[in-house]
T-cell receptor, first 114, second 113 residues
Framework: NAGVTQTPKFRVLKTGQSMTLLCAQD?????MYWYRQDPGMGLRLIHY???????AKGEVPDGYNVSRLKKQNFLLGLESAAPSQTSVYFC?????????????FGPGTRLTVT | AQSVSQHNHHVILSEAASLELGCNYS??????LFWYVQYPGQHLQLLLK??????LVKGIKGFEAEFIKSKFSFNLRKPSVQWSDTAEYFC???????????FGAGTRLTVKP
């Protein structure tokens, strides 16, 4: 099993450009999450999904959109990138809600917005 | 919203030294507690978790953590660290029954051989 995979691994954007990050999991998990990790701030939840076709806002959702059209995939979109979105993005999945179960993380995507 | 504090940002130890990493949270109700670890170049992975029962929890690779409710703490310990324990360690806390899980800022551990 590949677990949780993310593409791309690295990306550089100019301010105002858009992009989509793809997360895929092969563990048949219902729950999927997108986090951002910034120095000195730990991981902060952007959006999450409790099942195919459903999404919900996390702690820092502004400037991001998500979609979960298939159970195994969770997409994170930046419509108009800003330098403040420079960060490392992690996707995760779990059988139950994150606070009640182990999360499985992807390798991360390092995004730089210039 | 609750907060999770990891006061040690960077800890440097020699091999065989004992380790204790602090984690404190602000929520006064029932909590579920986690420690995750990120080894260099690897994914974050679960080290241990506490939901209920014995407040002394044992995890993988010889790590353990103790939940002290009166101190709002869930400190991570290991009696003798190895070079391979060099990693970043994250504490995470969820307010039960809410779904509001928060991570601490992380503690970078460097173990010198």
């Amino acid at each position: 099993n590949a677990g949780v995979t993310q593409t791309p691994k690295f990306r550089v954007l100019k301010t105002g450009q858009s992009m989509t990050l793809l997360c895929a999991q092969d563990m048949n998990h219902e729950y999927m999450y997108w986090y951002r990790q910034d120095p000195g701030m730990g991981l902060r939840l952007i959006h999450y999904s409790v099942g195919e076709g459903t999404t919900a806002k996390g702690e820092v959702p502004d400037g991001y959109n998500v979609s979960r059209l298939k159970k195994q995939n969770f997409l994170l979109g930046l419509e108009s990138a800003a330098p403040s979105q420079t960060s490392v993005y992690f996707c995760a999945s779990s059988r139950q809600l994150a606070g009640f179960d182990e999360q499985y993380f992807g390798p991360g995507t390092r995004l730089t917005v210039t | 919203a609750q907060s999770v504090s990891q006061h040690n940002h960077h800890v440097i130890l020699s091999e065989a030294a004992s380790l204790e990493l602090g984690c404190n949270y602000s929520y006064g109700g029932t909590v579920n507690l986690f420690w995750y670890v990120q080894y260099p170049g690897q994914h974050l992975q679960l080290l241990l978790k506490y939901f209920s029962g014995d407040p002394l929890v044992k995890g993988i690779k010889g790590f353990e953590a103790e939940f002290i409710k009166s101190k709002f703490s869930f400190n991570l310990r290991k009696p003798s660290v190895q070079w391979s324990d060099t990693a970043e360690y994250f504490c995470a806390v969820n307010e039960d029954p809410n779904n509001d899980m928060r991570f601490g800022a992380g503690t970078r551990l460097t173990v010198k051989p």
